[in-house]
């Protein structure tokens, strides 16, 4: 599926701020599980089911506000989508390497 580089909100250019994190984190958690220790659900299911829920979202803003949330201590996986995996800090077994806490 071909996706817009750029999605408009309005007058403005759809930004992470759009994306509710509550609904980033439940698209996350509805997707069922693949492999791994830690649930790891696919980038792309997730991207999904976001889109689902909030319409066509630009890949470039969907791993931005995944960033964001690991950041944030609310995400763990990998930022830049090469391996493609999120889950749930609750769910995490790599510990601190994973999911670090964002409070140092």
């Not at 509710?20 to 830690?38: H, I, K, M, Q, W």
């Not at 089911?49 to 979202?57: V, Y």
Request: net charge neutral; glycine share 12%; charged share 25%.
């Amino acid at each position: 599926m071909d996706r817009p580089s750029i999605r408009l909100i309005g007058d403005r250019r759809m930004q992470c701020k759009d994306i509710p994190d509550a609904a980033f984190l439940e698209a996350v958690r509805s997707c069922p599980g693949t492999y791994g220790p830690s649930n790891w659900r696919l980038r792309w299911d997730v991207q999904a089911r976001l889109e689902d829920a909030l319409g066509s979202i630009p890949d470039n803003l969907f791993l931005a506000k995944a960033e964001r949330l690991m950041n944030r201590g609310l995400l763990g996986g990998c930022p830049c989508g090469c391996r493609g995996d999120y889950h749930l800090p609750e769910e995490c077994q790599g510990g601190s390497t994973c999911c670090p806490d964002p409070k140092g």
